[in-house]
T-cell receptor, first 111, second 115 residues
Framework: GEDVEQSLFLSVREGDSSVINCTYTDSSSTYLYWYKQEPGAGLQLLTYIFSNMDMKQDQRLTVLLNKKDKHLSLRIADTQTGDSAIYFCAESGPNTDKLIFGTGTRLQVFP | DTEVTQTPKHLVMGMTNKKSLKCEQHMGHRAMYWYKQKAKKPPELMFVYSYEKLSINESVPSRFSPECPNSSLLNLHLHALQPEDSALYLC??????????????FGQGTRLTVV
């Protein structure tokens, strides 16, 4: 079955860059997403990338995809305290309504 | 408007109660989802509706009964729940574009406590 793994915890200083990593096993994954969840809240879609792309940039966010290694990363430039949250990667395949979420990475930003 | 609205925000119910969770979106999305999220865990898919028809049921116990009365509304009817069903219940919706359902937008969730 599908498996999506993330490291549990990341701590960075305010103003530094954060890199959150994700690995997945399903080679038919076609669409990959990053969601942010603040305490007690729902999930906020940050960005997504198609599997035929290597990189996508959106303001402070850069997504890198290595399809050969099934590795996805999210880089947050100039990390702020408001970026503290849990970040989930998620993947879906073609012709499916199903999103498979990673285990989530808790990002803590300290001053 | 990229909003998915869920009500209520919090719900406490007894094991013999019947209650319903509601979800609404006005983005014209034709796929709607229920997810369950336990503390410190990722969301787990429960049900998917596509064009108001149930397309995925992830072997959810029958004490959870989904309903999609129209393209904007999704309900989750709850009956005879157990304390272990306490969780954050998230609704989401997405467009259907050919073979891709599009990015999913989530509501803020209903925090359910079963006593």
């Amino acid at each position: 079955g599908e498996d999506v793994e993330q490291s549990l915890f990341l701590s960075v200083r305010e103003g530094d860059s954060s890199v959150i990593n994700c690995t997945y096993t399903d080679s038919s994954s076609t669409y990959l997403y990053w969601y942010k969840q603040e305490p007690g809240a729902g999930l906020q879609l940050l960005t997504y990338i198609f599997s035929n792309m290597d990189m996508k940039q959106d303001q402070r966010l850069t997504v890198l995809l290595n399809k050969k290694d099934k590795h996805l990363s999210l880089r947050i430039a100039d990390t702020q305290t408001g970026d503290s949250a849990i970040y989930f990667c998620a993947e879906s395949g073609p012709n499916t309504d199903k999103l498979i979420f990673g285990t989530g990475t808790r990002l803590q930003v300290f001053p | 408007d990229t909003e998915v609205t869920q009500t209520p925000k919090h719900l406490v119910m007894g094991m013999t109660n019947k209650k319903s969770l509601k979800c609404e979106q006005h983005m014209g999305h034709r796929a709607m989802y229920w997810y369950k999220q336990k503390a410190k865990k990722p969301p787990e898919l429960m049900f998917v509706y596509s064009y108001e028809k149930l397309s995925i049921n992830e072997s959810v116990p029958s004490r959870f009964s989904p309903e999609c009365p129209n393209s904007s509304l999704l309900n989750l009817h709850l009956h005879a729940l157990q304390p272990e069903d306490s969780a954050l219940y998230l609704c989401a919706s997405s467009q259907v574009k050919g073979g891709w359902t599009g990015e999913a937008f989530f509501g803020q969730g209903t925090r359910l406590t079963v006593v």
